[in-house]
Every structure is written in C-alpha cells, then in structure tokens.
C-alpha cells in the first residue's frame, strides 16, 4: 500500500528536477501511474472487503456467543427442572409408601371389621334361630290352646256365637253380645255364666297365660243414668267378665286385664243391623306372659 505513494513522490521529484521529459517516459510514468492508481482502488476494495469480513466475522462471533449462552442457559433451565423433578418424585415415592403403608393398616383393619360382622352376623342368625323356635313352640302352644277351646266349647253353643282364632301370638276368642249380655246392659246373663266357666277351665290348666278382656260395642249412641256412652258401657262390660273370672272361677286377678274399645277398631260397617250385631261383642285374649315368651328366647331354659 506505501509503494504507491513513494512511487508517485519520486515521480513528482523528477519532474520538478527536470522539466523535459520525453513523451515516451512520460507515458510510461503515466502508466505505471495508472496501474498505482488501480491497485491503489483494488487495495481499497480489499480493505472494505476485509472490513465487512471482519464485521461479518464479528456478528457471527456474538450469534455463536449469544447461542452459546442461550444453550447454557436452557442447559442451567433442564438441570432444575429435572432436579425439581427429582423432588416431586421423591415426594410422590414417600406418599406412596405412606399408602401402602396406610393400606396396611387398613386392610388388617378391615379383616378385623369383617371378623366382627361375621361374628355379630352369626350371632344374629343364632337369635333368629331362638326366635323362629320360639315362635313355632309358641304356635305349637296356641293351636293346642283353640283344639281345646273348640272341644269345651263345642257342646251347648252355637258356632257363629263363639269364634276362636289364632293371630300371631295369641289367642281370640270372640263371643257375640247377646250370649253374655242384656241390649244396652253391662249386667251378665244367665248364659253368660255357663260360657264364661268353660273358658275359665282352660285358663286354669294355662297357668302361664294372661287373660285381656276388651269389650267392643256398636256406634249407636247411649246415655243412661248407669252408663254415659259407648266408652263406659265396653269397659263395664269388660270388668263385668273379669270380676266374674276372679270371684266365681278363681282366676288369678294378677293375669287378668279389662279394657274398653267402645264402639271403634270395629270388626264390620254399622251400617247395616248384620254389622251392628258382630261389632257388639267381647272379646278374650289368650296371650303369653311376656316373662314366659322371653324364656323362650333363652337357651338353657329351653
């Protein structure tokens, strides 16, 4: 690049030393001038090539120091993240062990709740078993007890006058209002007398039985100077059966019980004189003392 500039300067020097030149040295200067001049632009050419080059180079030096950085960068990011995962998977391994372990707990738990239910359902099954048994002995007892109603009973008395049946763990034994008493009276007939001692002889030989009386009547109303309506004529009624149990059979007064219905929990519509008829009645009940029915229920008294 400094040859140029030397060769022009000597040239110039000359030509000041001499003022006459021949045309053929002239145009050989100018030549040699010319190519200077040229390579002179072809360096400056090179020079801004070289530059750009450089400036190039120095672009791509930053990319690769920025992508560099933006690796390590995202390098530093999947080290935490995959620390952070370590972590949770850490954390997810413990609670799972806490299950497991509590999943152990529970299952000896739940084996030891299944025992218990087994146990407590099979100790339902066995009072299931009492209770079945005791309610077949208990039937056994009843339909015993109407076979020999039915037989006592059977001489001298209309049937659709007495009826005797079984519901559930009693006895019934119904008799129509005019086998024991007056229309509208709570005093006993004759009749009632010959009735009343027959049931009488059954209770006895029963000794583990207690004895209701319920007195029932139609819904026609009645106020007398002895009795103020249906309600006090039923339950006079009935204390007339049970003082006639006590004092003229000897009935034990401790398993007899009286009660009146009136003219309610009616067996038939009174609205008809075939209904008034079977809805005037008294009814006994024969039932189990319930000391007696528990025994039942248990084994060793069995």
Do not use: H
Not at 39 to 55: A, E, M, S
Not at 64 to 76: L, M, P
């Amino acid at each position: 690049m400094k040859t140029p500039f030397k060769l022009l300067f000597v040239l110039a020097a000359g030509l000041s030393m001499t003022a006459c030149v021949s045309k053929k040295k002239f145009a050989d200067l100018q030549s040699r001038y010319d190519r200077s001049q040229a390579d002179l632009v072809k360096c400056g050419d090179n020079l801004q090539d070289y530059k750009d080059r450089l400036t190039a180079m120095s672009r791509t030096k930053d990319d690769i120091e920025s992508q560099k950085n933006s690796s390590i960068r995202d390098r530093d990011k999947q080290i935490t993240d995959m620390g952070l995962q370590i972590i949770d998977l850490r954390t997810l391994r413990d609670k799972q062990l806490d299950a497991m372990s509590n999943l152990t707990v529970l299952s000896k738990e739940a084996n030891a709740n299944i025992d218990k239910t087994l146990s407590q359902l099979e100790k339902k099954d066995k009072y299931i078993n009492l209770l079945q048994a005791a309610r077949t002995k208990t039937d056994s007892i009843n339909l015993a007890l109407a076979v020999n109603l039915k037989q006592v009973l059977n001489e001298g008395i209309e049937d659709k006058d007495v009826e005797i049946k079984i519901d559930k763990t009693v006895v019934l034994i119904n008799i129509s209002d005019k086998m024991l008493f007056n229309s509208g009276s709570a005093k006993l007939s004759a009749k009632a007398t010959t009735v009343l001692e027959k049931i009488a002889q059954i209770i006895k030989s029963k000794p583990d039985l207690e004895v209701m009386v319920e007195g029932y009547t139609d819904n026609v109303a009645i106020n007398t100077e002895c009795v103020s309506d249906n309600w006090d004529l039923s339950v006079k009624r009935s204390t007339a059966v049970v003082r006639v149990l006590q004092q003229n059979f000897n009935i034990d007064p401790n398993k007899l019980i009286a009660a009146g219905r009136g003219e309610y929990n009616a067996m038939a519509s009174n609205s008809t004189p075939e209904g008034k008829m079977a809805n005037r009645r008294t009814r006994i009940i024969l039932m189990p003392r319930l000391d007696q029915f528990y025994d039942l229920l248990n084994p060793d008294k069995r």
